[in-house]
Every structure is written in structure tokens, then in C-alpha cells.
């Protein structure tokens, strides 16, 4: 069984907060009070049900969901109401309306069973619980280093990461390429469909030139991929299992993604660390889930559980930063 012995997942959100598929507005402009009449359909989220008997309320009116899950409310009032969507059996949707947004608003909202698990969820994308939900805003732009790197100073931090390399001249292994690019292929599982098909380019750098950790040489929304053979970095670990992610301290960073030459064989490793690029994490707890592409998983094949696809998918449809159960960051409005 080989996995991602090392997680210095040091990751944060490529493009810095905004809130995905949603209006803008501001909070405390002055408007005027305006009467907005706005209808849909509650469904959920996994199986796509409608629900009836849900109570939507915007700012003080509310009104229920009928049999075939549809709701119609009118409001008056000026600003950004508050919105939820609240069903037995569900968690409750907590969000903002934007009064001259989609006057459509159709609450998928996620149910307590049907597969979702908040406690993995919490695990995957929210630090156990701890943070908001990080993902990247923006799909990444990927970028395959074609020449070998070796390591020349590792941190001294307790995680034996690179901190300084040097390019060789040897070239990647083909198996390396292949399994990226398998890995981002991928994508969509992962996102629910939401980052498919980002731009893949391949970067040859000058013989002898020394790169620092963070100081990747790419665009902020990059994130570029490294193969390391027998030397320093992989010795210092193991056996060449190592590999991880790398991301900016900040928003404002390009990401990185290293792999030793026998991880870099192991397509489950290497998508892998491309999930930590999608916002995947997995803080302590690992072994409790052995299917997840970011947990114990055995080798072969690309690790991606359906557990990860559903919940992936949620979080997708989400606004960076939402808190459990299902509230929307401050500012967000779900329309
Ligand atoms: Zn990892």
C-alpha cells in the first residue's frame, strides 16, 4: 500500500473569497423598499426529490413548500433579507437575498442520510469542522515540469518539505504525465462537473536552475507538477513514496504539487495530491476513511470514492467558505 506519507498541505484558495454563483450587492448601500415575488422548487440535493413541507423564509415572510415542492413569496423590504430553507430531515439552508437578483430561487437542500455524511464532509473540506469550506473560485491552470528536479534543502519544520531544487536534466518518466493527466481528467467527478477540462501545458527549465519553495516561477492559479528521483527529498522520507501539495500561503501564491519517482508511478497517489489543488484536505482522523481518494486507500485505479464525488459535489455548488450545516459566508446571497 503506498499513499501520500507527508501532507504538508500548506493549500488556500487559488483566487482569493468570493461567493461562487452568486449576486453581488452591497450590504450597506442604501436602497430603496422594493415588493420582489419570488418562487421555485425545493429539491434534494442528492437524489434530486422535490421536498414538500419546507418552510422558506425571507427576511420576516415565510411560506411552505406544496406536494410537488414548489413555494411563492412575496417580499417587501429594502436591502439583503436573510433566507432559509428548513425541512424535517434536512439541513437547513442559510443564506441571503439579493432584491434584484433571479426572482427564481430553486433550494437544493441536503438531507440527513441519502449518503451524505457531514462528518466527512467536515473532514474533507472544513478542517474537521474548524474553517469555513476552501476551494478554488476559478479552475486551476496546470503546468507539467518535463525535467527531473532534485532536492537541496529540505525544511526544517518536521516535515522534511523542499525547500530549494535544482532541475536535471533527465526527463519524466511518461508514466508521470500519463497519470496526471489521467488524474485531471478526473475532474469532474471530483466537482461535481463544475472544473472539467482545465488547461494543461508542460514547462522545460533550464538544466541547473534553482527553484525556491513558493517561488513556483507560474501565475497566481497555476499549479505546476515536479518529479523528484533518488536523492535528498525522496531519501529523506522513505523510498521515493513521498508526494504533496504545496500551495501559496496566501491567496495571492501559485500552487505546487511534488511527487517522488515511485508515487509519481501510483496514479491513486497522484490524483491524490491534484484533489488537494480542488480543496480536498484530510486532517487527522485519515484512517476512518479508507475509500477516500484522501484517505487509506488501497492502490490501483484513481482512489475517488462515490462518498467523494457526492460530497465534492456539494461543495461545488457551494460559495467558498460556507459553514456547517449549510450556511452561506457573510456577504453571499443564494440568488
Ligand atoms: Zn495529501
Excluded at 461567493?19 to 430603496?32: F, I, L, Q, V
Excluded at 525547500?163 to 536534466?169: D, G, H, L, T, Y
Aim: glycine share 12%; hydrophobic share 35%.
Amino acid at each position: 500500500m503506498r499513499r501520500c506519507r507527508k501532507a504538508v498541505m500548506i493549500y488556500a484558495v487559488l483566487l482569493g473569497v468570493a461567493c461562487g454563483g452568486c449576486g453581488g450587492g452591497s450590504p450597506t448601500a442604501p436602497s430603496a423598499t422594493t415588493t420582489t415575488t419570488f418562487s421555485g422548487i425545493v429539491t434534494n440535493i442528492v437524489t434530486g426529490a422535490v421536498v414538500a413541507g419546507a418552510t422558506i423564509t425571507i427576511g420576516t415572510v415565510l411560506a411552505t413548500s406544496a406536494s410537488d415542492g414548489t413555494y411563492s413569496l412575496a417580499v417587501t423590504t429594502a436591502g439583503t433579507p436573510s433566507f432559509s430553507a428548513a425541512a424535517p430531515g434536512y439541513y437547513t439552508r442559510e443564506s441571503a437575498v439579493s432584491m434584484s437578483g433571479s426572482k427564481t430561487i430553486n433550494p437544493e437542500i441536503i438531507p440527513q442520510g441519502d449518503g451524505f455524511n457531514l462528518e466527512f464532509f467536515n473532514w474533507l473540506f472544513r478542517e474537521n469542522g474548524t474553517k469555513g469550506t476552501e476551494r478554488p473560485v476559478v479552475i486551476p491552470n496546470y503546468e507539467i515540469w518535463t525535467r527531473q528536479m532534485q532536492c537541496t534543502e529540505l525544511s526544517t519544520d518536521g516535515y522534511d518539505a523542499c525547500k530549494r531544487m535544482i532541475v536535471i536534466a533527465d526527463s519524466i518518466p511518461a508514466i508521470y504525465e500519463e497519470n496526471i493527466r489521467s488524474g485531471i481528467a478526473q475532474f469532474g467527478r471530483l466537482t461535481g462537473g463544475a472544473f472539467t477540462n482545465p488547461t494543461i501545458t508542460t514547462k522545460t527549465h533550464p538544466v541547473d536552475l534553482v527553484i525556491s519553495r513558493n517561488d513556483w516561477l507560474t501565475a497566481n492559479g497555476t499549479v505546476s507538477l515536479s518529479y523528484f528521483p533518488a536523492g535528498l527529498w525522496s531519501d529523506a522520507n522513505s523510498d521515493g513514496n513521498n508526494a504533496y501539495m504545496s500551495m501559496g500561503l496566501s491567496s495571492t501564491q501559485p500552487g505546487h504539487i511534488l511527487h517522488g519517482w515511485r508515487a509519481a508511478e501510483d496514479l491513486g497517489i497522484v490524483t491524490h495530491e491534484l484533489a488537494h489543488s480542488l480543496g480536498y484536505g484530510h486532517p487527522s482522523g485519515r484512517e476512518k476513511w479508507p475509500d477516500s481518494i484522501m484517505g487509506d486507500y488501497q492502490d490501483g485505479g484513481y482512489g475517488i470514492s462515490a462518498a467523494d464525488e457526492l460530497h465534492g459535489r456539494i461543495l461545488y455548488k457551494r460559495p467558498y467558505g460556507s459553514l456547517t450545516p449549510d450556511r452561506d459566508p457573510a456577504g453571499a446571497t443564494i440568488n
